[in-house]
């Protein structure tokens, strides 16, 4: 399959080091708002919609986990940006590390953030089926539970609510592919041929791919480093400055 033009935005000067911040699987590119603007101030921050998510067409199934690396090649290729730092959050992720491993010249450092390299597939693959049955709106609250702890969610409903709308608002059909992408997944022989420079961050309250999921990354990612902060899934709308310190400590150490 060819790769997809996805919607994105670039944020930051224009001369500065390229970061990539892809998507956990249901959210859009506003997931990253609380990160953009400090990133912006030393780097080139480019944000995308994944295939079947946001503003980016919904190519028909079934997708690979390269399909979902070359989308990103593809976007870089048309900004002009040979080497970039990457970082994803569960499903974005599993494509920044499949990406690092296939290539290693396109990626500079790496941060793997709240993601797996092998899942349980029986509730994807699960969710997929209702996903093309009955639409992601069925099940968005109790995805979008997930990615926020009961308290944070308790003291920010609007915050809560936007989450289950970006969920409910995705794809059908894309986002069931994207699913079928994450639940058949295998990146565990993949981790070893890693060379870029390697944060693992894991959220210590995180019901969807708890902190096992993590420490397994970071010890099969030579020389990778783990951080654990509290918070669910997406602990970088919970933990905003605790996160983004250690994306830009970690990124900054690449561009001196």
Known sequence: ???????????????????VLSNSLGATRAMWDPQVPALAERFR???????????????????TIDDLVDDVLALLDRLGAERAHVAGVSLGGMIAMRMAAREPARVRRLAVMFS??????????????????GGTAQFAAMVASRWLTPEHAA???????????????????GYAACCEVAGRIDLREDLGRITAPTLVVSGSEDPA??????????????????LTVRGAHLANLERTLEVTGALLAHFDGGTR
Request: proline share 12%.
């Open 1 to 19: 399959m060819s790769a997809v033009e996805v919607s994105y935005s670039v944020d930051g000067p224009a001369d500065a080091p390229v970061v």
């Open 45 to 63: 921050v480019v944000t995308y919609d994944g295939r079947g998510h946001g503003e980016s067409p919904s190519p028909a199934g079934p997708y």
């Open 116 to 133: 797996s390299a092998k899942v349980d597939p029986a509730g994807f693959l699960d969710r997929a089926a209702l996903a093309r049955t």
């Open 155 to 173: 003291q920010h409903p609007d915050l809560a609510a936007r989450l289950e709308a970006m969920i409910a608002g995705s794809d059908d059909e």
């Open 209 to 226: 791919l708890p902190p096992p999921h993590q420490e397994a990354i970071a010890a099969g990612i030579p020389g990778a480093a783990l």
